[in-house]
């Protein structure tokens, strides 16, 4: 967006540099963005000079909430997938879902996500109405964001060798997932955030 918005403009001495090759999130392009002796044009600056930092601080908050939702999006995959499969798939003649090990790792699954989907709600609400939110969008990000990757770790785990294999989708869940614990600030940032917002 920012890569087309700068191309459009015509700005000197702003280029993209090379795609990343990612382990997940591939449908989504990263890619480095150059700036040499750029001058950007006064029509493009954001807010007042000099507030750079206080705006990025404020849309990190909404920017946590989007990777919180989109954590809770894969998880929510990775347990359909393998709820599924868990029914479809048998030993030793009646479906895995029937072994205790597996339906209790389902059950920790559903758990998890529920709790995710509700911090993550109590941050958007807080968010929509105009209130501060930065605990609590911290709290639905780092929550989320590691659920995603509990859960489609266990999803791998209940589809057993098929999991490791490109024939279904909870590989791709598991590769996607991990970035949610990086991307927006990592997960040992929000437990920060969190920190210093509860020992105010």
Known sequence: MLLQLLKEKGTPGFKAGKKENKLGMRASETAELIFEDCKVHKSAILGNIGDGFKQSMKVLDGGRISIAALSIGIAKGAYDAALKYSREREQFGKPISQFQAISF????????????????????????????????????????????????????????????????????????????????????????????EILK
Request: glycine share 6%.
């Open 105 to 196: 790792k389902l059950a920790d699954m559903a758990t998890k996500i529920e709790a995710a989907e509700l911090l993550t709600l109590q941050a958007a609400d807080l968010k929509n109405r105009g209130e501060k939110c930065t605990k609590q969008s911290a709290f639905a990000k780092y929550y989320a964001s590691e659920v995603a990757v509990q859960v489609s770790t266990d999803a791998v785990q209940i589809f057993g060798g098929y999991g490791y294999t490109k024939d279904f989708p909870v590989e791709k869940f598991y590769r996607d997932s991990k970035l949610c614990t990086i991307g927006e600030g990592t997960s040992e940032i929000q437990k920060l955030v969190i920190s210093r």
